[in-house]
């Protein structure tokens, strides 16, 4: 049987051209001339450290810096992704303060919460009724999501079913509407704040009494 694949934050020490990349000076202030560049990873499908060297595609990659790699894994509330990110991000601020010429660029703002309110027939669904022990009836049904695309998009995805496996079970058929006074002024915003703000808003959305889908 076949050992379990993992995955790792890393980091990548990078040949002297790195330096020239567009912007790295004025990311790192406080760069130590005397360390190299690098460049913070995220790598899964892989058994061992050892193969993060080879498996990584980052330009002018010299070596990868010892003490640093960490194995990461779903925490059980927050997915794997969610947990990764924070580690990346946690991780390049700690190699910047420590004098490390770090290349990597801040987050873009290419993410997006969104809520679709939904048919109250979903209710039905022993999942639902399990994960939402507090709901009332006289609230709306909501799904949260995150994404990369458009709401538009999603919705129509959902409501199709397109999107099933995606996530949003149930929601075939029984999407009636965006909800974009519930989460547009919230977007846009980098990957990261969106996985957390979907979590957030679905637990916020619960404790007042909504049935919620999606969430996670």
Same mark, same amino acid.
């Given at each position: 049987m076949s050992a379990v694949t993992k995955s790792f934050i890393y980091v990548a020490v990078l040949r002297d051209a790195a330096l020239n990349t567009s912007g790295v000076k004025e990311l790192n202030p406080e760069r130590d001339p005397a360390r190299r560049c690098v460049r913070v990873g995220r790598i899964s499908g892989i058994k061992q450290p050892g193969q993060i060297f080879r498996k990584c595609r980052f330009k002018n990659k010299r070596s990868i810096l010892k003490g640093y790699t960490t194995e990461y894994e779903s925490d059980g509330v927050r997915s794997k992704l969610e947990v990764g990110l924070r580690l990346e991000r946690a991780l390049i601020r700690q190699l910047r303060h420590e004098g490390w010429t770090v290349i990597n660029k801040p987050p873009k703002l290419d993410s997006s919460v969104y809520v679709i309110e939904l048919d109250p027939s979903v209710r039905k669904h022993r999942d639902v009724i399990r994960n939402n022990p507090n709901a009332r009836s006289s609230k709306v049904c909501l799904y949260v999501g995150q994404t990369?695309?458009?709401?538009e998009?999603?919705?129509?995805?959902h409501h199709t $079913?397109?999107?099933? #496996?995606?996530?949003?079970?149930?929601?075939? $058929?029984?999407?009636? #509407?965006?909800?974009p006074d519930l989460y547009e002024f919230?977007?846009?915003?980098?990957?990261?704040?969106s996985l957390e703000l979907e979590r957030d808003l679905a637990e916020d959305f619960r404790a007042k009494g909504h049935t919620v889908l999606g969430g996670h």
């Open positions: 990369r695309r458009s709401p998009e999603r919705f129509q995805e $079913g397109e999107g099933q #496996k995606k996530g949003g079970r149930h929601l075939k $058929g029984k999407c009636v #509407k965006l909800r919230y977007n846009p915003m980098p990957l990261l704040e």
